[in-house]
């Protein structure tokens, strides 16, 4: 079968297909393809159809090309709290939904808090939906939360423990010598994967009642604990669902994962990740603690220059000016370009 | 002579507007009142529709029941006093000076009105929709004196405006009795019989008659109170007004002929219920912060398999209920009380429903029902000052519900605002109400200010409950840790710093000691940070949470 190329209408620079006013130019197409004289030009047998549908009336629909289609406006960008992140990707996007992933200590309840602080700063009304109930009410504080303006939900499997202890009241433990026994692992990480779900089903409930109620400028889905295999399982429909419902509004959906769940639904997906100086220092003290003696590697880092990436914390230090890398994954309102950038945090008890 | 105007609203037959008010799908229908003890019962009242069949006050309720399209209620005086009071709220929507003459008469004082409701016939249409709106239908009367205008509500029905000094011509054709309503259904009902037994021998039959007669002549036969009643006759009888000052108490009830054990009947009603509540504080301009709802259950009696899961314990003013059924039998629990508190003032009877109604589903009454009692506590409207650039904040009768919903779906308690108590202790919060209060605090920055933004906060994720961990200790120092339930956290320390002690509620049974290290564990190429806590007291080591 051969295939021809043809240039489309925008890679050329010439008008769309139906644009009525504009007529196309001839194709460069191959003599073997050459449309036959009769041919007449698609935009004119489309618009005459369309019309013949619709009625000749004088009255009749006027037909927009859809090059003259007014652009959506571009979403209002607000402080993310974190001056680094707001130069990497210009805020964080009202009506919009935001994904940031990371996995563990990578950094994301702090943005999320520090996001949080900078709605509250501004007089909106916050919402934080916990699927893991992991807040920290003093890191919430510390961070300059503004406490009255933040709704808190705390996702649990209480419901779920209560089944759960009515079935296991009615069956017997297996013990060693029956069979079954071995299958203790498979039914704790089932029953974790139990209450993952209904915990995600809290969450989803939880989600569509605040964003039908309105009113708040900062909706926060913490799901950075919820396994990655469970958080999949939330359907693609429902987060296009989420995004319309934040469409055309000042609320922004701000979604903290482990993992990219949301698919196209995301407007700006952000990835933390430990600073590579973190990462560095973790495989010299690795190679260090062969030897087993902190003191000693202590020393050995101390002797090193400065611009040495194995830079051990020491202990009053440990967790004062914590590094994270941010990259800008993806960023559908406006092209860029993947970049990453570093920011900083400070302990609570830090001044 | 400068026209005071006062107005009248009564309501004819109202015991049976009473009962309507509660039940108005009733109106079409044939309805007789009956009260008394069984089998002695009798009809006290009866609409038009009954009238029509043959019924009449006097009847007992065996001949009643004879005929199949009359709907026999009992008299409730319960339902009665909501009624009056309804009427007194909508009396004193118009004019702070009423008079409660009767339980259906309430006087009106309207000088100094027409500037702010309008003119004489105005205010009588508003006060007659007023009524209506609240379930009662009302004669509505306007004179320049009280006596007049009563008589006026009492014999014509609808709206009556008398203009001044017409008022014997107007109250002329209204027949004798109509000066004795009062006195012929109270103490004074001998006395009252005989004289008008005297008046109609003279062959007096309207006030016109009465007006007439020689008051020299009328004095020496009946004395000062011929001459009072003509005086009435004539509406030259001026008066003033013995102003009540009502109590600011909203409260309806209703008494249910049949048990109700489903939640939907029963939001039926309470709907109503609401309603009538909400346009009564609407009436005087106020909205209400509680809602009580007491229901009074039905008294079990006799063993009943159905009813075994029924002694579900629950708020009430009695003993516990308890779970057989034989001991259902001995149950002394007849009240279940609801107390609904709103964050703000607020007069939607359509949110009440919703809140009650999710309220009623996580704590189910247990038992059927047979008499819903509602009363809500006045308070001033909330004012807001609106503005087209202030943050947006959510709705609070919206809000409201939503949180009602948000915490039957987790779970009361863990759906709020976070308030900090004055301890150490690491989990020193609890859970309050949220309220959206836009007005309330103003936004510390109009418009963000990256520069001048705090810098950001290495934050704790916390694990609830804190994971148990196995600690293995070098130099007193931990230096390895495993835990059993999450693979993740294990391996060697990397980095460690602490130990952080602290303790607290020492003089308490839960005192609390605990030494807390900041650590780094490697897993795979990543490094982790975690809160480690050695309880002190307890001697276990826990994972508290995640350095994130």
């Not at chain 2, 400068?2 to 108005?24: G, S």
């Not at chain 2, 004019?95 to 500037?115: F, I, K, N």
């Not at chain 2, 309330?440 to 950001?456: H, I, M, V």
Request: aromatic share 6%.
């Amino acid at each position: 079968m051969s295939s021809v190329v043809v240039p489309t209408s925008a890679a050329l620079g010439r008008p769309f297909l139906f644009d009525a006013e504009s007529e196309a130019e001839e194709c460069l197409l191959p003599a073997e393809v050459k449309r036959p004289s009769s041919y007449a030009s698609p935009s004119e047998s489309v618009i005459a159809s369309v019309q013949s549908k619709i009625g000749n009336r004088q009255s009749a629909i006027p037909l927009t090309p859809a090059s003259r289609l007014e652009a959506r406006p571009a979403p209002e960008m607000v402080t993310s709290g974190i001056v680094e992140l707001d130069a990497l990707t210009g805020g964080l996007p009202r009506g919009c939904l935001t994904e940031i992933c990371g996995i563990a200590s990578s950094g994301r309840t702090s943005v999320m808090l520090a996001t949080l602080a900078a709605a509250t700063r501004r007089g909106e009304y916050c919402a934080l939906i916990d699927a893991s109930d992991a807040l920290d009410p003093q890191s919430v504080a510390a961070s300059g939360i503004d406490l009255d303006r933040l709704l808190w939900v705390r996702c649990n499997d209480t419901a779920l423990r209560k089944f759960q202890r009515t079935e296991k009241s009615t069956s017997r433990v297996p013990t060693a010598h029956e069979p079954g026994f071995m299958s203790t692992s498979f039914d704790f990480e089932k029953k974790n994967s139990h209450q993952s779900e209904h915990r995600l089903e809290q969450v989803l409930r939880a989600t569509d009642l605040l964003l039908e109620s309105g009113g708040f400028g900062l909706i926060v889905l913490d799901l950075a604990d919820v396994l990655p295999q469970s958080a999949r399982r939330i359907p693609l429909t429902t987060w296009f669902r989420f995004r319309r419902a934040v469409e055309d509004k000042p609320t922004m959906l701000l979604v903290m994962e482990q993992q990219p769940i949301a698919g196209s639904c995301s407007s700006l997906l952000l990835k933390l990740s430990a600073a590579k100086r973190r990462q560095n220092a973790a495989q010299g003290a690795s190679r260090g603690s062969e030897i087993g003696d902190v003191k000693a590697q202590v020393e050995r880092n101390k002797n090193r220059s400065k611009d040495c990436e194995s830079l051990v914390p020491t202990h009053a230090h440990l967790l004062s000016s914590l590094e994270f890398n941010a990259e800008l994954v993806c960023y559908r309102l406006n092209r860029k370009p993947a970049q990453s950038i570093a920011f900083e945090t400070q302990a609570a008890w830090t001044g | 002579m400068v026209f005071m105007p006062f107005a009248c609203i009564y309501i004819p037959n109202f015991t049976i507007a009473a009962a309507l008010r509660v039940e108005p799908e009733l109106q079409a229908y044939a309805i007789a009142i009956f009260e008394g003890k069984a089998p002695l019962e009798k009809i006290v009242a009866v609409n038009e529709n009954a009238i029509e069949l043959g019924i009449a006050p006097g009847m007992s309720t065996s001949q009643g029941e004879l005929c199949s399209e009359l709907v026999l209620r009992q008299r409730s005086p319960l339902h009665e006093s909501s009624a009056h009071a309804a009427l007194i709220d909508c009396a004193q929507s118009f004019s702070p000076c009423v008079e409660d003459s009767a339980c259906d008469t309430v006087l009106l004082d309207l000088a100094g009105m027409e500037s702010l409701l309008g003119s004489v016939p105005q205010i009588s249409r508003a006060i007659f929709e007023r009524a209506a709106a609240l379930g009662l239908r009302a004669n509505i009367a306007a004179a320049s004196n009280p006596d007049a205008a009563l008589l006026a509500a009492r014999g014509f029905s609808g709206i009556t405006v008398i203009p001044a000094g017409r008022e014997a011509e107007h109250l002329g054709p209204l027949p004798v009795p109509v000066l004795f309503a009062e006195q012929l259904n109270g103490d004074e009902k001998e006395g009252a019989e005989s004289l008008l037994a005297t008046i109609e021998r003279w062959g007096i039959r309207n006030l016109r008659s009465l007006a007439a007669l020689p008051e020299v002549a009328l004095s020496e036969r009946l004395g000062q109170r011929g001459l009072h009643l003509q005086q009435l006759a004539r509406g030259g009888a001026l008066r003033a007004l013995a102003s009540v000052e009502a109590p600011l108490i909203f409260e309806e009830a209703v008494e249910l002929e049949h048990p109700v054990v489903l939640l939907e009947p029963l939001a039926f009603l309470l709907n109503r219920l609401l309603e009538q509540v909400c346009a009564r504080l609407a009436s005087r301009a106020l909205a209400t912060q509680e809602l009580r709802l007491t229901l009074e259950l039905s008294n079990l009696t006799g063993i009943d398999d159905d009813y075994e899961n029924i002694g579900i314990p629950s708020e009430s003013d009695g003993s516990v209920a308890t779970q057989t059924a034989s001991q259902i039998i001995s149950s002394r629990q007849t009240k279940f009380t609801r107390n609904l508190s709103l964050p703000l003032p607020m007069l939607d009877a359509k949110v009440f429903l919703k809140l009650l109604q999710l309220d009623l589903n996580a704590h189910p009454p247990g038992a059927p029902i047979i008499k819903i009692h509602l009363a809500a506590e006045p308070a001033r409207p909330r004012s807001a000052q609106g503005g087209l650039f202030l943050p947006p904040a959510p709705e609070p009768e919206k809000l409201e519900l939503t949180l009602a919903r948000i915490a039957g779906i987790v779970g009361e308690n863990r759906v709020g605002a976070l308030e900090l108590l004055d301890t150490h202790h690491p989990e020193g919060f609890r859970m309050r109400r949220f309220v959206a209060e836009a007005a309330r605090k103003t936004p510390q920055k109009q418009t963000p200010d990256s520069s001048e933004a705090q810098a950001a906060i290495t934050a704790l994720r916390r694990l609830r409950p804190p994971l148990r961990v196995n600690v293995l200790l070098e130099n007193g120092q931990p230096a390895r840790l495993n835990c059993p339930k999450k693979k993740e956290v294990q391996g060697e320390v990397l980095w460690k710093a602490g130990p952080w002690r602290s303790s607290g509620d020492w003089w308490e049974c839960d005192a609390w000691s605990r030494d807390e290290w900041d650590i780094a564990v490697r897993d795979g190429n990543a490094v982790s940070f975690y809160r480690l806590v050695h309880d002190l007291l307890g001697g276990g080591w826990f994972v508290e949470g995640t350095y994130d």
